[in-house]
């Protein structure tokens, strides 16, 4: 099992970036799939979730409205969408696979982490 994560780069505030998570060795539409973050001298902190039935998706209030989790299964990569950016956002952005449908928003819940990928949000 295997999680790539990719994207990240430097942008400026107000401006988007797309966050990819390729998977191997495992089905993502199988599996509850998330995204966290750690920013520097912080805790790893939850951001986005798609449950693997339905679809549902659920989201930290720092970024209800401002990004967006999906998941294209032909491809077996679930993305992340992050729209008006703001220096606060500015992290180390994981993507993890959670293959027995714990709590969301828990990282202990997660079963597979991707090497994380670096968000740099600055003018």
């Known amino acids: 099992v295997q999680l790539q994560a990719s994207g990240g780069g430097l942008v400026q505030p107000g401006g988007s970036l797309r966050l990819s998570c390729a998977a191997s060795?495992?089905?993502?539409?199988?599996?509850?799939m998330g995204w966290f973050r750690q920013a520097p001298g912080k805790e790893r902190e939850f951001v986005a979730a798609?449950?693997?039935?339905?679809?549902?998706?659920y989201y930290a209030d720092s970024v209800k409205g401002r990004f967006t989790i999906s998941r294209d299964n032909a491809k077996n990569t679930v993305y992340l969408q992050m729209n008006s950016l703001k220096p606060e956002d500015t992290a180390v952005y994981y993507c993890?696979?959670?293959?027995?449908?714990?709590?969301?928003?828990?990282?202990?819940?997660?079963?597979?982490w991707g090497q994380g990928t670096l968000v740099t949000v600055s003018s």
């Open positions: 798609i449950r693997r039935s339905g679809g549902l998706t």
């Open positions: 060795g495992f089905t993502v539409s199988m599996y509850d």
């Open positions: 993890a696979a959670d293959e027995y449908s714990g709590s969301y928003y828990s990282d202990r819940d997660y079963d597979y």
